[in-house]
């Protein structure tokens, strides 16, 4: 019976070894571009970001006001770049056919907005961004290339973890 087949993806090393584990993304990157700065082939790291998190950040409180010119400007948006193509295509007066588009977008981005605002009955008043981050980030390298590496990276203050610490 046959091994199955690893299709290569780009991101995997044959046999990665860990230099060191970073709080913080900038850390590994200074890390890297250290590396990269002495001549070392860099193509043989990877910098792993684990122990993911959701984190969501609230904005602001959702109004039915706020709501409605939400989403009046994202009509408008949205009727502006309609009206840009019927312009690029069409022979009729620039101007009209961007006003008329833009106010016909807002007028249906409101509409929508408000539908949908309605829609979820006050279960969620308010706005957010979120993102996945990492909570650690650990640099590997290549097997043949760790000692070198290691090597490079003891003239750079704290790149590697203080073993008497």
């Not at 009206?83 to 588009?101: E, H, P, Y």
């Not at 008043?125 to 090597?151: G, P």
Request: glycine residues 10%.
């Amino acid at each position: 019976m046959a091994a199955p087949r690893r299709i290569p993806s780009g991101l995997d090393l044959e046999f990665p070894q860990s230099l060191a584990v970073h709080p913080n993304y900038a850390d590994a990157q200074r890390m890297v571009d250290h590396l990269a700065d002495q001549g070392f082939p860099v193509q043989n790291c990877m910098i792993v970001g684990t122990d993911l998190k959701q984190v969501e950040r609230i904005t602001g409180r959702l109004t039915t006001g706020r709501v409605a010119g939400l989403g009046l400007l994202s009509g408008i948006w949205l009727g502006l770049f309609v009206g840009l193509i019927l312009v690029m295509f069409g022979d009729d007066n620039a101007l009209a056919v961007l006003a008329s588009t833009a106010m016909i977008g807002a007028l249906f981005g409101m509409i929508w907005a408000l539908l949908g605002y309605a829609s979820t009955r006050g279960q969620r008043d308010f706005s957010s961004v979120s993102a996945v981050v990492a909570t650690r980030y650990e640099v590997l390298v290549e097997h043949k290339y760790r000692q070198q590496a290691l090597d490079l990276l003891g003239s750079l203050p704290g790149a590697l973890p203080d073993p008497f610490a």
